[in-house]
């Protein structure tokens, strides 16, 4: 299968501070990547779908402007925490679409830990 | 009425026993139907995926797909203790988002 990877895989940060978050296809161009989150034993939440050079699309009751998305490539997406508090603590985790197909690719997560 | 319906165990069985994991859905939308497996403090990772109704088979796991009773299956033969992790069922429809079910934790027992 299409390998993406995500960076960093753990973060710790203050609280008010932003947190940058970078998914990559690493052999596949993405038409379509995706931005969810998982808190613990509940299943993944869609926040946001990206297209490349495109404003991103926010599911409802996500804030665009905390959640801030750039899909710079067809092979990156970004998502930056911004004014990070302890209750956006998660574990985060992109999705690529490769052309063709319906399949999403996930990428191994980020776990992000607001003090 | 949720989207999708999947209980969420935690089932626990045998090594050797065939597994039966499944999901109710509502909406008729739903034309793709993906089976995801993730281990602890991991991303998903896509096992397979159905088109409509029907079978689809890869080595021991073999996903059904009901369109007329809304109902999706995923069976795992001869499961073994590395099948250990949660199972989510996600129909996706034409707008590409997938609709995640909870998850079933699954635990094979050497």
């Known amino acids: 299968g299409a390998v993406v990877s995500q960076h960093p895989s753990r973060v710790i940060c203050k609280s008010g501070t932003s947190v940058k978050i970078e998914c990559r296809s690493l052999d596949f161009q993405a038409t379509t990547m995706f931005w969810y989150r998982q808190f613990p034993k509940q299943s993944l939440m869609l926040m946001a779908t990206s297209n490349e050079g495109s404003k991103a699309t926010y599911e409802q009751g996500v804030e665009k402007d905390k959640f801030l998305i750039n899909h710079a490539s067809l092979t990156l997406s970004t998502l930056t925490v911004t004014s990070a508090h302890p209750e956006d603590s998660s574990f985060y985790i992109c999705s690529a679409r490769a052309p063709g197909g319906p399949e999403q690719f996930f990428g191994p997560g980020t776990r992000l830990t607001v003090l | 009425q949720k989207e999708v319906e999947q209980d969420p165990g935690p089932l626990s069985v045998p090594e050797g026993a065939i597994v039966s994991l499944n999901c109710t859905y509502s909406n008729s939308a739903f034309q793709y139907f993906m089976w995801y497996r993730q281990y602890s403090r991991k991303g998903p990772e896509l096992l397979m995926y159905?088109?409509?109704?029907g079978n689809k088979e890869d080595g021991r796991f073999t996903a059904q797909v009901d369109k007329s009773s809304k109902y999706i299956s995923l069976f795992i033969r001869d499961s073994q203790p590395s099948d250990s992790a949660t199972y989510l069922c996600a129909p996706q429809g034409g707008s590409e988002k997938l609709v995640f079910g909870k998850g079933t934790k699954l635990t094979v027992n050497p």
């Open positions: 159905t088109y409509s109704s």
